[in-house]
C-alpha cells in the first residue's frame, strides 16, 4: 500500500487566535477554509512551504480534552497527544517558537532516537508540538522555518 500522512487535524478553542499564532510561528499559509452549517464546525487548512499541512477546527459548545503538561503525561492517556516536525536547526527553531509565545515544556537535548535531537513546546492553547533535528534532514528539503 501507498500512503503518505497529508495532516494533522487540531481541535482549538479559539480558532482566530491559533490560526494566527500558528501562521506566525510556522509560516503556514491559508490553504482553504470551510463551514459546516449543521453541526457549527469551522475549519482552516494551513499549509507549510515545505508541503505538511494541519487542520484547525472548532465548534461552539467544545470542552477542552487532554492537555498534558509534557509528553510522559501525555502517554498515561490513549489517543491524540502530539503532532511533531522536524528541522536541521533545532535550537533556533525552538527559540522562535519561545519568542512566538510557545510555552517551553522540554529544551532541547537528545531524543530516544540515536544521533536524533528533540525539545518540546505547547502552543497558546496548551497543545504539545514536538520538534526533531535529524542530521539527513537538509538534504530532504524537510524544514520547518519559523
Do not use: C
Amino acid at each position: 500500500m501507498h500512503a503518505r500522512l497529508d495532516h494533522v487535524g487540531l481541535n482549538v478553542r479559539d480558532l482566530p487566535a491559533q490560526l494566527d499564532w500558528y501562521r506566525a510561528a510556522f509560516a503556514l499559509k491559508t490553504v482553504f477554509e470551510f463551514r459546516l452549517e449543521g453541526p457549527g464546525l469551522t475549519g482552516v487548512v494551513l499549509e507549510h512551504p515545505h508541503g505538511w499541512r494541519l487542520e484547525l477546527l472548532a465548534r461552539p459548545g467544545s470542552a477542552p480534552g487532554l492537555r498534558a503538561p509534557d509528553p510522559m503525561t501525555a502517554v498515561l492517556t490513549e489517543g491524540y497527544g502530539h503532532f511533531a516536525v522536524t528541522t536541521p536547526e533545532l535550537d533556533p527553531v525552538y527559540t522562535a517558537l519561545v519568542a512566538h509565545g510557545a510555552g517551553e515544556v522540554l529544551a532541547p537535548g537528545p531524543s530516544p532516537e540515536p544521533g536524533v535531537r528533540m525539545a518540546w513546546v505547547k502552543d497558546p492553547e496548551g497543545n504539545l508540538i514536538e520538534l526533531i533535528e535529524r542530521g539527513e534532514l537538509e538534504e530532504r528539503g524537510t524544514t520547518v522555518n519559523p
